[in-house]
Structure formats: structure tokens, C-alpha cells
């Protein structure tokens, strides 16, 4: 499974989901920073990635529907700080053994994972 880390995450993420068997690149890596959401989940889409990401724009299945791209992460953590951004992935990547988010999105909260298709 690919993914690709928003800018407002944690460059460390990629790190992270590498070490757990996953590829994953950075929205920064690519001088994607500072550019518009579609451009974003567009590249995502031609690289066939699973965006992760704080921005709570992706989570509106009207603009962004789950089916037309390869998966959409949004944390929804109630702290933004880096440890809890951290955290919260590690306990992502224990769902992500088991279940992949193609076509789907995910709301991910401090205590339970909301799937939308």
C-alpha cells in the first residue's frame, strides 16, 4: 500500500509507515506544499496513493468522493502536537495490518476509525 503524508502531518509519518512495511512519500518531498487540494489528492490519484492528512476539507464526501480515489486518511486527533500525531499513526498502522482504505474514507479519531465508501 502507497501513501502520500499532507503537509500539515508530521514529515516523520513516511519514516514510520516505511519502518512498518509501507511506502509512503511526503507532500513536501514533491513541492507539493502551499498548493491547492485537488492538485494534492490529483497526485495522489495518478500515483494511485492513500492521502493522510489534518485537513478536514477531504473528509466532505460531496467534493472529494470516497469510490473516485485511492483513499483518504483524516486525523481527527484532539491535540495536533507531534506526539499525538505519532501515536495516533501507530495505532492506524495496527488497523492498516488487518484492512486497507481503497476507495474508502477514513475518519480516524482518538478511539474509533469511521469508514465512509
Known sequence: ??????ENLPEEYASILKRAGFEADTA???NLSGKDDSTVIGRCKLENRVLITL????GNIQAYPPR???GIL?????????LTLINTL???ILVLRKQVPERQLWIVEAD??????
Not at 55 to 58: H, V, W, Y
Not at 112 to 117: F, G, H, K, N, V
Open 1 to 6: 500500500m502507497k501513501f502520500k503524508i499532507d
Open 28 to 30: 513536501a518531498n514533491e
Open 55 to 58: 485537513d478536514l476539507d477531504f
Open 68 to 70: 473516485t480515489f485511492p
Open 74 to 82: 483524516v486525523i481527527r486527533a484532539k491535540s495536533q502536537d507531534k
Open 90 to 92: 501507530e495505532r492506524v
Open 112 to 117: 474509533r476509525i469511521r469508514i465512509r465508501e
